[in-house]
């Protein structure tokens, strides 16, 4: 699957500003190949890229100047290959105790993600399943039919329990609530930032990713992209970790758009079915 990618955002400083941006494709040696990239930075500010030990993210850290307006442009080719994992090899549950080193952190509450506040309502509703799988089934039509999604109705410091007590949010919020609710029942979640190119208006997407047979299935409660037409830009313990964009100073946005095109030629939508389920 090929997908061409377009972001650009302008910003008014105020004062001396740092900022981190995550708006870069992940590279990976399997499944997701970038073919080609470029970035303009518009004046010519001191920047540079990192990554972190626990988290692949591409970040951009960049200093900018007082009253100095300043853009930043992302464009790439991206070519992924997800995989389909079957629904028999993931109805088997892995203790806690046979998890990997690395799994294990997300298992537990989050800035965001605070999922000791819902472990009654979790296992009153959900506990009863079998099959971890059919839990996550569960959790993720709960929020579908429950919450609903309403532009603007959310801020950076709405966490999930918010999102469960007001009924409603956008992504970023269902992802979370996703997400606290499989910790609750100790199934390890994490936030997933995607580029999704069928949805509209156009924008940076969040997900989540749940740990069931080895393998992190994704998951879209919002129901408003196809699994199989997405580029993965971060995965972490919740949106907080991998913002698209934090700053340290005082700014205004005053353009941001954002372009994610599929140029395949089969683009027929994938959720997860009865059979198979999509793991990046």
Same mark, same amino acid.
């Given at each position: 699957?090929?997908?061409?990618?377009?972001?650009?955002? $302008?910003? *008014?400083?105020?004062?001396?500003?740092?900022?981190?941006?995550?708006?870069?494709?992940?590279? /990976?040696?399997?499944?997701?190949?970038?073919?080609?990239? /470029?970035?303009?930075?518009?004046? $010519?500010?001191?920047?540079?890229?990192?990554?972190?030990?626990?988290?692949?993210?591409?970040?951009?850290?960049?200093?900018?100047?007082?009253? +100095?307006?300043?853009?930043?442009?992302?464009?790439?080719?991206?070519?992924?290959?997800?995989?389909?994992?079957?629904?028999?090899?993931?109805?088997?549950?892995?203790?806690? %105790?046979?998890? &990997?080193?690395?799994?294990?952190?997300?298992?537990?509450?989050?800035?965001?993600?605070?999922?000791?506040?819902?472990?009654? %309502?979790?296992?009153? $509703?959900?506990?009863?399943?079998?099959?971890?799988?059919? &839990?996550?089934?569960?959790?993720?039509?709960?929020?579908?039919? $429950?919450?609903?999604? +309403? /532009?603007?109705?959310? @801020?950076?410091?709405?966490?999930?329990?918010?999102?469960?007590?007001?009924?409603?949010?956008? =992504?970023? *919020?269902?992802?979370?609530?996703?997400?606290?609710? =499989?910790?609750?029942?100790?199934?390890?979640?994490?936030?997933?930032?995607?580029?999704?190119?069928?949805?509209?208006?156009? @924008?940076?997407?969040?997900? %989540?990713?749940?740990?069931?047979?080895?393998?992190?299935?994704? %998951? *879209?409660? /919002?129901?408003?992209?196809?699994?199989?037409?997405? +580029?993965?830009?971060?995965?972490?313990?919740?949106?907080?970790?991998?913002?698209?964009?934090?700053?340290?100073?005082?700014?205004? =946005?005053?353009?941001?758009?954002?372009?994610?095109?599929?140029?395949?030629? *089969?683009?027929?939508?994938?959720?997860?079915?009865?059979?198979?389920?999509?793991?990046?």
């Amino acid at each position: 699957m090929k997908f061409k990618l377009k972001t650009a955002i $302008n910003y *008014d400083i105020y004062a001396p500003t740092t900022f981190v941006f995550n708006i870069q494709a992940l590279k /990976t040696a399997s499944f997701q190949k970038i073919i080609s990239e /470029t970035l303009e930075i518009s004046p $010519n500010l001191p920047f540079r890229e990192y990554s972190l030990k626990a988290c692949t993210a591409r970040f951009i850290i960049l200093k900018a100047t007082e009253y +100095v307006p300043f853009s930043i442009s992302y464009e790439a080719t991206i070519e992924t290959q997800f995989k389909l994992i079957s629904k028999k090899r993931l109805l088997k549950n892995t203790p806690i %105790f046979d998890l &990997k080193n690395e799994i294990i952190p997300y298992l537990t509450p989050s800035r965001h993600c605070p999922s000791d506040k819902l472990v009654d %309502f979790a296992f009153n $509703n959900f506990g009863h399943f079998p099959t971890d799988l059919e &839990k996550v089934l569960a959790i993720n039509d709960w929020i579908y039919n $429950n919450i609903k999604y +309403v /532009t603007g109705s959310s @801020d950076a410091n709405t966490t999930a329990f918010d999102t469960f007590n007001q009924g409603e949010g956008v =992504c970023k *919020d269902f992802a979370h609530l996703g997400i606290a609710l =499989c910790r609750a029942l100790t199934i390890p979640a994490r936030y997933f930032t995607c580029y999704a190119s069928n949805i509209y208006p156009p @924008d940076i997407h969040a997900c %989540f990713e749940v740990y069931l047979g080895n393998n992190w299935i994704i %998951f *879209d409660s /919002t129901r408003l992209a196809s699994l199989n037409q997405i +580029v993965k830009i971060a995965h972490g313990k919740d949106g907080s970790e991998i913002a698209v964009a934090s700053f340290f100073g005082n700014v205004f =946005c005053t353009y941001m758009n954002i372009e994610c095109s599929s140029l395949n030629n *089969d683009s027929e939508a994938f959720q997860a079915s009865e059979k198979f389920f999509i793991s990046y």
